[in-house]
């Protein structure tokens, strides 16, 4: 959709006194106008409530995370909280996703929602986020006990300090 559309819908969505959400369970079962409207624009209208639960779910492996950070000690633990940093930038860009399209800005892919919440000021650096990604993905295709030294000290250092600012 673009920002256009986007404007003539929300646009749209003001003029009414009551908004209700629906949910399409048995889609064949939908006016065929309809269900042609979501075939063709693939318009998925997300609730303000939706953006709060997916934030809320990201502060909670923020927090889960810096507990892992300040309580490793041995190398075991110190890869649980890599294990966590990876689900938590995982959960980082989800919620983007949720929050972006609530705007009505569509990203399919990480670095994409990444490069949009730079874009529309979800996020002050996008560079770093994507020094994470990086980071996150060197973990995940390379075991190494120095690199994950290194990427463990930089979520100590840096990174959790950056991602417990973005929320």
Do not use: P
């Not at 003001?14 to 979501?38: A, C, G, H």
């Amino acid at each position: 959709m673009s920002l256009r559309e986007f404007r003539k819908l929300k646009e749209r969505i003001d003029t009414v006194s009551r908004l209700y959400s629906v949910n399409i369970v048995f889609f064949e079962r939908v006016d065929s106008d309809f269900r042609n409207i979501i075939d063709e624009t693939g318009i998925t209208l997300y609730k303000k409530s939706d953006v709060y639960i997916a934030l809320e779910k990201f502060e909670k492996a923020i927090t889960s995370l810096r507990e892992a950070v300040n309580q490793s000690k041995r190398d075991r633990e110190r890869d649980g909280t890599i294990q966590r940093f990876e689900f938590t930038i995982e959960l980082l860009w989800k919620t983007f996703t949720v929050m972006l399209l609530y705007y009505g800005i569509e990203c399919n892919n990480l670095r994409t929602c990444i490069k949009e919440a730079f874009r529309n000021k979800l996020i002050d650096d996008d560079e770093i986020i994507l020094d994470m990604i990086e980071d996150r993905n060197a973990r995940s295709h390379i075991y190494n006990a120095i690199t994950s030294k290194e990427i463990f000290e930089r979520i100590k250092n840096i990174y959790i300090d950056i991602l417990e600012n973005v929320v």
